[in-house]
């Protein structure tokens, strides 16, 4: 039997409500400076387009492609950068905003090969933390809900490319 979306675990005024105070927070820590925000495709694409209109003040914006999942609901473990920034983050307030971190391989990736190329500061913010499948030990400075280990569609967030245009957050059936 195919997985399909299942109960509502996040509803979409809930996320609006939270993505509005990780606008503010990011916008207050962040004054007087102009920092770049970088959108990890494809899934948190949804989330910086709300994410940018949440933050009162001027940005710039950036985005990468990672792949590490297959078609399923596990990932291989393995990241590989398939899209790569278009500007120089050298002496920039880089924030990395991701949909989701699991293990936490991707953004310890992402944050190794973006502290390469010497930003001011960097930081992570991600809409959500399934902190019990952590493997490696990260820091994350924004984050909008921790949630238990279910496998999450909608709101960008796919499986095998399909239901990313949900509005609100579902926990797939059985997982
Ligand atoms: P990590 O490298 O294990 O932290 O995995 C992070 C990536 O896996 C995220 O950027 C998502 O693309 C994907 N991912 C992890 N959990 C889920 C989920 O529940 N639904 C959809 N994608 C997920
Ligand atoms: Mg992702």
């Known amino acids: 039997m195919p997985q399909r979306p299942g109960g509502v675990l996040i509803a979409r005024e809930e996320i609006a409500g939270r ?6 927070a990011i916008a207050r820590e962040h004054a007087g400076s102009v ?18 209109r949440a933050i ?60 390469t190329r010497h930003p001011r500061s960097l930081k992570v913010c991600t809409l959500l933390d399934k902190i019990e499948r952590r493997q490696v030990e990260l820091t994350l400075d924004y984050v909008g809900f921790v949630i238990p280990d279910r496998f999450v569609v909608g709101y960008g967030f796919d499986l095998g490319g399909l239901y990313r245009g949900l509005s609100e957050i579902r926990a797939l059936e059985d997982s």
């Not at 993505?19 to 503010?24: K, N």
């Not at 920092?35 to 940018?52: E, R, T």
């Not at 990932?75 to 790569?84: H, N, Q």
């Open 56 to 115: 009162p003040a001027p940005l710039a914006t950036d985005f990468m492609a990672v792949s590490s999942y297959g078609a399923g609901t596990r990932s291989s473990g393995a990241v590989r950068l398939t899209a790569d920034l278009s500007v120089s983050i050298e002496g920039r307030d880089v924030i990395l905003v991701e949909d989701i971190v699991d293990s936490g391989r991707t953004v310890h990736y992402l944050r190794r090969n973006l502290e």
């Open 35 to 52: 920092p770049l925000l970088v959108g990890v495709l494809k899934g948190a694409a949804i989330f910086m387009a709300d994410l940018i």
């Open 19 to 24: 993505v509005a105070e990780l606008g503010l």
